[in-house]
Nanobody
C-alpha cells in the first residue's frame, strides 16, 4: 500500500487548507485512516482519524477547527483545516490500517501499518 498526501502550503493565520491522501496498490480495505503531524524539534503527534462506520476522533487542540472525512470506495481521506494557527505549522502525515481500531487506539502511531511521505503546512502570523 502506498499513501500519497497533497495539499500542504503556506497560509496566513486564520486561513484554511485542505489536505488529501490517496491510497494505491492495496488489495485490502483500509478501515482506519488518520492524520498525524510533526513540528520541528517535536515528536509526531496525532491530529485526527476516522474508522469504518463513520467514527471520528480528534486531538483537543484541533476540535472545532479541523474536519476529517473520507471516500470509502477509494480509500481516500481528507483533512479540512480552518482557522489555522501558527502552532499548526508542521509536516502532516497520513496513515492507514486495515484494522478497525477502538477510538482510544486510533491516536497511536503503533496502530498504523502504512504511512505517506508527509506534506508541509506553514501558518504565518
Amino acid at each position: 500500500v502506498q499513501l500519497q498526501a497533497f495539499g500542504g502550503g503556506v497560509v496566513q493565520a486564520g486561513g484554511s487548507l485542505r489536505l488529501s491522501c490517496a491510497a494505491s496498490g492495496q488489495t485490502v480495505r483500509l478501515s482506519t485512516m488518520g492524520w498525524f503531524r510533526q513540528a520541528p524539534g517535536k515528536e509526531r503527534e496525532f491530529v485526527a482519524a476516522t474508522r469504518s462506520g463513520g467514527i471520528t476522533t480528534y486531538v483537543d487542540s484541533v476540535k472545532g477547527r479541523f474536519t476529517i472525512s473520507r471516500l470509502n470506495t477509494e480509500n481516500t481521506v481528507y483533512l479540512q483545516m480552518n482557522s489555522l494557527k501558527p502552532e499548526d505549522t508542521a509536516v502532516y502525515f497520513c496513515a492507514a490500517s486495515p484494522k478497525s481500531w477502538i477510538i482510544s487506539a486510533m491516536g497511536s502511531t503503533e496502530g498504523y501499518d502504512h504511512w505517506g511521505q508527509g506534506t508541509l503546512v506553514t501558518v504565518s502570523s
